[in-house]
Structure formats: structure tokens, C-alpha cells
């Protein structure tokens, strides 16, 4: 039987539905009997549903806002 960190890192292949046939039946064995990780999966599901519904949003000016910001972290501070 898989353990509760084995199913984790395994959660996302299971719902992405990347799992083998022996891989999937291990993981609902576990999840029969273990109500953190059935808790866990239905989180899991919940948060994939939310970002899907999330609108498109352009990214274009993103690397650049990026390069600005590691910037100003690399210039030392002026104290006063």
C-alpha cells in the first residue's frame, strides 16, 4: 500500500490522469482508507477547477517587470 507522501507525490499524475492501471488501483486503495489524503485529492480537485475558471490574463510585460525588480535588489540602499 502506497504511504500518505507516496500519494502526494503522485496526486498530481492521478488527476491529470497519467497514472498506470496498477498505479491508479494503488492510489484508491489508499485513498479508501485514508480520509487526510481523501481530503487532500478533493482539495486538490477543487483548486484544479478554481484556476481553470481563472480568465486569460497577457503576460507579455512580465520578464521585463522581472529584470526591473532583480534591479533594484541588486543596487545597495542610500541611508540617510
Request: proline content about 2%.
Amino acid at each position: 500500500m502506497l504511504s500518505c507522501k507516496q500519494l502526494v507525490l503522485r496526486s498530481s499524475d492521478f488527476l491529470d490522469g497519467q497514472l498506470t492501471l496498477r498505479e491508479r488501483f494503488a492510489l484508491r486503495t489508499h485513498l479508501v482508507m485514508c480520509i487526510n489524503c481523501r481530503r487532500f485529492i478533493r482539495q486538490l480537485r477543487l483548486t484544479q477547477r478554481v484556476v481553470q475558471q481563472l480568465p486569460e490574463v497577457d503576460i507579455s510585460g512580465l520578464d521585463a517587470l522581472a529584470e526591473r525588480l532583480a534591479r533594484a535588489a541588486e543596487k545597495p540602499e542610500k541611508r540617510s
